[in-house]
């Protein structure tokens, strides 16, 4: 399976001035050149790559609201009203399929039961066994380790290598839209890009590069602390009877978001997942898989944190993940078609970078893994000058 391409003609700078110049078409620039549109705003998106290649095509397309909290549940909320919209208009898929989170001990029921006591029973719908191992498309006798699990019916899926580069090509036919691509940008001040191929004018900028931050704005970046973060992931063939289009999340990712992470019962969970599951523990590992519409699956991942990210894979590090992805699926193995490695912006200093760098002139990082759920609700949060700066 390839992504959509952009193809290599020839790039000009627009003559004019445009309203706002976006740097980086991944999903966090493109959402808010889809935001500038909607409110009639003229917008410039200078991209290095010829098409969308970051972490934005790399990912398990989930946008994962209901784990969520506090802030971020808010921002993950309103992003997916972006979605929804922005999928209907730019014609990708986009299927309100949710969460589906796979409980295999007490422990891990007892998360998912205090989350429904929070946010009620519509928002997080207790599975039985059976409803769990009919959705995963396990055989009736193989159901064993199961003991129930949750639907998170908020949380939305896309097919990140679809979802940036039909974004990216809707932008590009809207009136006072343009879309440079091939266009590395090399410093930015108040109105004006510098680009490889000439200044680029716009009164406001966004500068919205996630991980490479650092390369245009360093001392912004290293203020935030902003790291690398390394993903392993591999897309597997599925078993024919797994048909859900529901993200599949399981007992590492309930030590991951904040909104499982904050239940009484996550205390307990992370002591027995160390007791039974070291090793996921020790690659920082979500283990959670998204299938494609072709069928296939998205399965991942191990974190690994540097300034600069080490290039090596460690094989064990997917064979675990695949291992473990089996396991859920109930299955002796997957067949993997593809690997690869994604990388975003990580912090331990907060989950988002949001910086004035001069006047006009904004930085806006995901810094917490999770760009895909908050992407559309950050727009719409930066045109209602809702998002706090740090000068
Ligand atoms: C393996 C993996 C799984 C993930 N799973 C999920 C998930 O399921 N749900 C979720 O919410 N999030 C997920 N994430 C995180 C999410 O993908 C990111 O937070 C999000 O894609 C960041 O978007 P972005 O636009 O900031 O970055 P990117 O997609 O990396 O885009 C930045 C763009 O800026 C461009 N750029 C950089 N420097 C320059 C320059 N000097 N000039 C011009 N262009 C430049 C780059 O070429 C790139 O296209 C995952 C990430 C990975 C890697």
Do not use: K
Request: charged content about 25%.
């Amino acid at each position: 399976m390839s992504i959509a391409t952009a193809p290599p003609v020839p790039v000009e700078l627009p003559g004019g001035r445009s309203d706002l110049v976006v740097v980086g078409a991944g999903i966090v620039g493109l959402a808010h050149a889809f935001e500038a549109v909607r409110r009639g705003l003229s917008v410039t998106v200078v991209e290095r790559d010829r098409r969308p290649v970051g972490a934005s095509v790399r990912n398990f397309g989930h946008c994962c609201v209901t784990a969520q909290r506090g802030e971020l549940l808010d921002l993950a909320a309103a992003s997916r009203t972006g979605w929804v919209d922005a999928a209907a208009r730019a014609g990708f898929w986009a299927p309100e399929a949710g969460a589906l989170v796979v409980a295999r001990s007490a422990t891990e029921l007892a998360v998912l039961e205090e989350l429904r006591d929070e946010r009620g029973a519509d928002a997080v719908r207790l599975r039985t066994r059976d409803e769990i191992g009919d959705a995963l498309g396990r055989p009736a006798d193989a159901r064993d380790d199961l003991v129930g699990g949750a639907h998170l019916p908020a949380d939305l899926r896309v097919n990140p290598r679809e979802a940036a580069p039909r974004l990216a090509a809707w932008l590009a036919r809207q009136p006072g839209v343009d879309i440079l691509w091939g266009t590395n940008v090399v410093g930015v001040e108040s109105g004006t890009v510098h680009t490889s191929r000439g200044p680029v004018h716009g009164d406001q900028v966004l500068v919205c590069v996630g991980h490479d931050l650092d390369r245009l704005h360093p001392v912004e970046a290293e203020a935030h602390g902003i790291e690398r973060c390394r993903l392993s992931m591999a897309r597997v063939e599925a078993p024919p009877a797994f048909r859900t289009d529901a993200a599949v999340l399981t007992a590492t990712s309930m030590l991951r978001y904040d909104g499982f992470t904050a239940m009484p019962s996550a205390v307990p969970l992370r002591a027995e997942v160390t007791a039974h599951s070291r090793e996921l523990l020790d690659v920082v590992a979500n283990v959670m898989f998204t299938r494609l519409p072709d069928g296939t699956v998205l399965v991942g991942d191990s974190h690994a944190y540097d300034a600069t990210e080490i290039p090596f894979q460690d094989e064990g590090t997917t064979e675990l993940l695949l291992r473990e992805a089996a396991r859920v699926l109930g299955v002796p193995r997957v067949r993997v078609t593809e690997r690869w490695q994604g990388v975003y912006a990580s912090s331990g200093r907060g989950p988002l970078l949001v910086r004035d760098v001069a006047p006009g002139v904004r930085a806006l990082s995901v810094t917490s893994g999770i760009g895909m759920t908050l992407s559309f609700g950050l727009a719409a949060a930066t045109f209602e000058g809702a998002l706090r700066a740090t000068a």
